[in-house]
Structure formats: structure tokens, C-alpha cells
């Protein structure tokens, strides 16, 4: 074939009979278009560097004209470790993520000084913080807590906030909603550091001809359950099995050092099996763990690995191959 690349107006940009060749001119000529397409700068809603809600409204949804077609594009929050700001999605899910994070952040800096009260007052707070290390550092752990505190006390199981009103409206709730969260989390840090510690002490002193494909196999799945910065995005739904996951982890290797080699290398294939094929129709950029930190299917793969490798513990939902 030969093939014409042509852009917004219908002029061809590019023509070959080579799609690779045609892909690195095209995609050079659009970051070119890109830097100079229309900014979203004039918009009253936008902003580069929020540390509050300052926008009367962040609207649902936008319709912009491209290429003369009117496509519509989704506003949302999104956090910047240091900030939130402003930005269009092409689709409305991934708004909705990005916006409960941009909230989160927004939380965690109005109202910094009472979730910081509460996380210090956490019982066992310095051995967990010990005993976590490997996947939280040290410098960040206070502040992971209190971006937990804040998602648990201001984001989840709201409705959408997209206006100042309703920021400022539960922003003034703010001793009972951080006190509420607190107690959700304070009794779960202590199972968490525990089991963790637990299952990482039982997989650093695996040895044997098949420790190397089982480590293998669980530091990949220890990975995908600690990616940077999880306490903040992990729903609480999944985050709070996290210490059952881990038990999970303990109990399997237990279970391989009394002999149940032939069953554990059974079960891993077929987890790795389901697990490739997840992978398989997913963009291959969009294959990190904090991209599909919402998808079902991820974490239906965390309750089945329960279900085959630590049964006795039990599963939060039905899970099966």
C-alpha cells in the first residue's frame, strides 16, 4: 500500500510505502503541531500550581473543535507531588482517576495540620515505619500516611467534587472526617508491617532449585502491589487486604518448604497464564501498576492468588480460574 499520513485540513504530511518510516515523520511533525495547538491557558478553570481549591467550577466535560470535527475532552485535577493543577482527558474514566488524585493532594495540603496530628498518634507508628522501609522510605512515610488520611477522610465515596462549595463544604468537616479515617487506619498499619516483614523474611531466606522462579514470581507481584507513592492511590477496598495479601505471600512458601512443590508450580502457571493475557490487551504504556490501579481484573488476580497458594485464608470476593 501506499500510504498518505494528511493532517487536520486533509494535506498530506507525509506518503510511503513504509508504515515504520511513516510513524517517526509523523509523530515528529504532530509534537511540532502539539507545542503550538491551542492552550487550555485562557480557560478560567485552568491552573498550572493549585495548593486549594481557588475555581468556582471545573466543568464535566469541554467540546473543543479539532480538525472540524467537535470532539468532546474531560477536565480534571491532577497531583503533583507538590501541587495540583489542571488538565484534559480524552475519556472520562481516566479524568475521574486523575481527579480523585488531584483532589487528594489538595487535601493533604489545606488540611495538612490535623491529618498530621492524626497520623502521629497512630499507635506502633515507628516499628511500622522500621519494618516498611524497603517499600516506603523513611522521609516519606508520615507524609504517605497523611495523603492516605486525606483520600480516606475527603475522596473516596464522595461524590464528585467539582466546585469550590463543595471542596470548602467538607473541608469544614474536617475534624470528624479525619478522626473517622484515623480509626479505619490506625488498627491496619500494625497487621501491615507485620505481615510484610513476614513475608519478606520468608522469600529472602528461600533457597532451593525453584526458589528462583517463585522469588521471581512474587517480587513481581510485591511490585504491582507497592508501586511508588501506593498508599495515596490504592483504593482503600483493595489497600485494606493488603496485610491478608502478604500473609498470602508467607504462607505459600511455608507451604513449598513442606513439600508442595508440584501444586505451587501448577498454580503459578496458571496465574502467569491469565496474568499475560491481561497484559496482552493493554497498551503496552499503559502496562504499570499505577495506571491500572483501579482495574477489577488486577485485583480479582490478588484474591485468586490467595484462593491457590494460602486458601485457608480466605478471599474478599469470588475468585476462581
Known sequence: FLIHVIDDEGKTVAKSRS??????????????QFATAPS?????????????FDIDEIPLQI?????????????????????????????????????????????????RKELRSQVRWIPGLAE???RLAPIIPAAQFED??????????????????????????????RGKRVAIAAQEVAPWLVPLAESYQAARKAWEGMAGPRAGAVIADIRNQ??????????????????????????????RLEKLRSGA????DESMKLVQDLWKRWLAQIPE?????????????????????????????????????
Not at 261 to 264: E, F, K, L, T
Not at 287 to 296: D, L, M, N
Open 261 to 264: 512443590a508440584g501444586r505451587d
Open 19 to 32: 508504515a515504520n518510516e511513516l510513524k517517526s515523520l509523523a509523530v515528529a511533525d504532530a509534537k511540532q
Open 222 to 251: 510485591v511490585q504491582w502491589l507497592t508501586p511508588a507513592g501506593f498508599l495515596s492511590i490504592t483504593p482503600w477496598m483493595w489497600l485494606k487486604h493488603y496485610p491478608r495479601y502478604f500473609q498470602g505471600i508467607a504462607y
Open 285 to 321: 504504556h499503559e502496562r504499570a501498576p499505577e495506571i491500572q490501579i483501579g482495574s477489577e481484573f488486577r485485583w480479582t488476580v490478588e484474591e485468586l492468588r490467595v484462593s491457590l497458594f494460602a486458601q485457608p485464608l480466605g478471599t474478599s470476593v469470588k475468585a476462581s480460574p
Open 63 to 111: 467540546v473543543r473543535q479539532r480538525g472540524g470535527v467537535q470532539v468532546a475532552q474531560f477536565p480534571a485535577l491532577v497531583d503533583c507531588g507538590t501541587h495540583a493543577a489542571t488538565r484534559l482527558f480524552s475519556d472520562e474514566p481516566s479524568a475521574q482517576v486523575a481527579m480523585q488524585g488531584g483532589l487528594t493532594r489538595l487535601f493533604s495540603l489545606t488540611e
Open 144 to 173: 504517605a500516611l497523611v495523603d492516605l488520611l486525606a483520600r480516606r477522610a475527603f475522596v473516596e465515596g464522595e461524590k464528585s467534587i467539582r466546585t469550590k462549595a463543595a471542596f470548602d463544604r467538607l473541608a469544614s468537616e
Open 128 to 130: 511500622a515505619k522500621i
Open 40 to 52: 487550555i491557558s485562557d480557560m478560567v478553570w485552568s491552573r498550572e500550581s493549585m495548593k486549594t
